[in-house]
C-alpha cells in the first residue's frame, strides 16, 4: 500500500508541475483540471448512489467542467450564467422523470457535486491566471508537503485523534506535522530561485500555515461526506490514494486560500 502511494506519487507530481509551468501555446493546466473534475465529480455521484441517491449525473459532470474552465473565459456574467442554467436545467430535468420521493435529494446532490469539485477547482485555475504560475506551485506543492508529513507523523506517533467519528485514523500529532511541513516548504518560496515569491519569512509561515489548516478541513470534509455515503474510498483510479476525488479535496481548499492570500497581500 505504502509503495503504491510513493510510485504514484513520484508519477502524478512531475507531470502536474509540466502542466503547471507551460501555458502555451494551450491552457494546458486547465485543460488538465476539467478533465481531473469531470471525473472526480464521476466519483461524488457514485459515491452518492452507494446511499441510494441519484443524481443528473452527466449534467453534473459538463457543468462542474464549465465551472472549472470558467477563469479562462472573458464573457461577462459566466458565472452567474452557469450557475442559474445549472439550477433551472437540473429543475426541468427533474420534471421529465417519473415523480419519486428522492427528486429533491437527487437535485441537491447534482448542485452540491458542481459546486464542490467545479467551483471549488475553478480557484486554482484562477490562482494560475491571475497570480502566476509560482503561486499555484506554491498551493500544490505545499499540500502535497503538509499531506505527506502528516501522513508519515501520525503513522509514527499519532495517538490523539482528532475526529474519530469522522476519519478515525487522523490525529492531532499528524496535524501538526502537516503544518510544519507546510510551513517549512513555504519558506522554500523565500529563496533565490525560479520558483521564489515575494515573500518574507513571516508570509511564508503564514501561507504555510494556512495551507495546512485548509487542506485539514477539506480533507475532513469529504470524509465525512464518505462516511454518510458509506464509501471507505471514492475510487480506486490512483494505487495506493483512493479516486481522484480523496486528492481533490485538500488541494481544493488550499487553492481558495492562497488565493484570497494572494488578493489581500499582493494582488
Known amino acids: 500500500m505504502l509503495s503504491k502511494r510513493i510510485i504514484t506519487a513520484f508519477v502524478l507530481i512531475p507531470l502536474l508541475i509540466l502542466v503547471v509551468w507551460f501555458d502555451r501555446p494551450l491552457p494546458w493546466f486547465a485543460m488538465c483540471a476539467a478533465v481531473w473534475g469531470g471525473l472526480a465529480v464521476l466519483e461524488f455521484y457514485r459515491m452518492v448512489g452507494t446511499a441510494g441517491i441519484w443524481s443528473l449525473t452527466w449534467l453534473g459532470v459538463a457543468w462542474t467542467m464549465l465551472l472549472i474552465i470558467s477563469p479562462y473565459v472573458t464573457f461577462p456574467g459566466l458565472l452567474p450564467v452557469l450557475i442559474t442554467s445549472a439550477v433551472v436545467f437540473s429543475l426541468l430535468l427533474l420534471l421529465l422523470r417519473k415523480p419519486g420521493e428522492n427528486q429533491f435529494r437527487a437535485w441537491a446532490w447534482t448542485l452540491a457535486g458542481m459546486l464542490y469539485v467545479g467551483w471549488l477547482l475553478s480557484y486554482l485555475v484562477a490562482l494560475?491566471?491571475?497570480?502566476?504560475?509560482?503561486?499555484?506551485?506554491?498551493?500544490?506543492?505545499?499540500?502535497?508537503?503538509?499531506?505527506?508529513?502528516?501522513?508519515?507523523?501520525g503513522r509514527a506517533w499519532g495517538k490523539h485523534r482528532?475526529?474519530?467519528?469522522?476519519?478515525?485514523?487522523?490525529?492531532?500529532?499528524?496535524?501538526?506535522?502537516?503544518?510544519?511541513?507546510?510551513?517549512?516548504?513555504?519558506?522554500?518560496?523565500?529563496?533565490?530561485?525560479p520558483l521564489q515569491l515575494p515573500l518574507s519569512y513571516a508570509g511564508?509561515?503564514?501561507?504555510?500555515?494556512?495551507?495546512?489548516?485548509?487542506?485539514?478541513?477539506?480533507?475532513?470534509a469529504e470524509s465525512l461526506m464518505k462516511r454518510s455515503a458509506g464509501a471507505k474510498e471514492s475510487g480506486n483510479l490512483l494505487?495506493?490514494?483512493?479516486?481522484?476525488?480523496?486528492?481533490?479535496?485538500?488541494?481544493?481548499?488550499?487553492?481558495?486560500?492562497?488565493?484570497?492570500?494572494?488578493l489581500i497581500f499582493h494582488g
Not at 494560475?128 to 504560475?133: I, K, L, P, S, V
Not at 480523496?246 to 494572494?262: K, L, W
Open 128 to 153: 494560475r491566471m491571475d497570480a502566476g504560475r509560482n503561486w499555484l506551485l506554491l498551493a500544490l506543492l505545499l499540500t502535497f508537503a503538509s499531506d505527506t508529513t502528516a501522513f508519515f507523523v
Open 162 to 193: 482528532m475526529a474519530p467519528s469522522i476519519s478515525p485514523r487522523k490525529t492531532w500529532e499528524g496535524a501538526a506535522g502537516g503544518v510544519l511541513g507546510a510551513m517549512a516548504a513555504a519558506l522554500l518560496f523565500t529563496l533565490p530561485s
Open 239 to 262: 494505487p495506493g490514494h483512493g479516486g481522484l476525488l480523496d486528492r481533490t479535496d485538500s488541494v481544493a481548499f488550499a487553492g481558495i486560500a492562497v488565493y484570497y492570500f494572494f
Open 204 to 220: 511564508a509561515i503564514g501561507v504555510g500555515m494556512l495551507v495546512a489548516g485548509f487542506g485539514q478541513v477539506g480533507d475532513l
